[in-house]
């Protein structure tokens, strides 16, 4: 990848802004995101304060960005990233007494790509990235697309700021009460 490419995947990585009044965007996807079992992921939480339906759209907005960048499928990157955590369960109640294959974080891939096709119809690239987005975890299920290579990075990349920002903020607050006891 040039340094130019990695630059500007960088610059789309730190812009953390999801635009609704993305056009060609809210085209792509406005079907998806307003149907009731999708917004229903404003439920359970999937990381940190975020909720599970907030993480896909970010997931789906920023993986839309790249792919139109890179030329690739954007339109089926930007729907499946939406859809790509569409198990419907707290994963946090879940009580994981079970074999490792079959926790969480190895079944959801499934479980969201079963949900997925009983309400939307779904391309052979769509259903790569929902089944593979957690790869290498999933180390058999390897992308066959560059469309899931996007997402799978791009969810890696969300989900740690999302889990480590409550900790940052309340660094951030802290670091600003304690400048202003000098002021
Ligand atoms: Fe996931
Ligand atoms: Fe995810």
Not at 142 to 163: A, G, H, I, M, Q
């Amino acid at each position: 990848m040039r340094l130019e490419d990695k630059k500007e995947i960088y610059k789309i990585l730190s812009d953390n802004t999801i635009s609704t009044y993305d056009n060609e965007y809210n085209e792509f996807v406005a079907d998806i995101l307003n149907n009731p079992v999708v917004t229903s992921m404003k439920e359970y939480i999937q990381h940190g304060n975020t909720t599970c339906y907030d993480h896909c759209v970010s997931v789906s907005y920023t993986s839309y960005k790249i792919a139109k960048y890179l030329k690739l499928d954007a339109k089926s990157t930007a729907r499946a990233a939406l859809l790509h955590d569409l198990f419907l369960y707290d994963w946090h109640k879940v009580m994981e007494k079970k074999p490792l294959f079959e926790k969480h974080g190895f079944t959801h891939p499934q479980t969201a790509l079963d949900n997925a096709i009983k309400y939307f119809d779904l391309n052979d690239i769509e259903k790569d990235i929902i089944v593979k987005h957690m790869w290498p975890l999933t180390f058999r299920k390897v992308p066959k697309y560059r469309e899931s290579l996007v997402v799978t990075f791009v969810d890696k990349y969300c989900s740690t700021n999302e889990t480590f920002e409550p900790l940052t903020s309340k660094i951030a607050k802290s670091n600003f009460l304690s400048k202003k006891q000098y002021l």
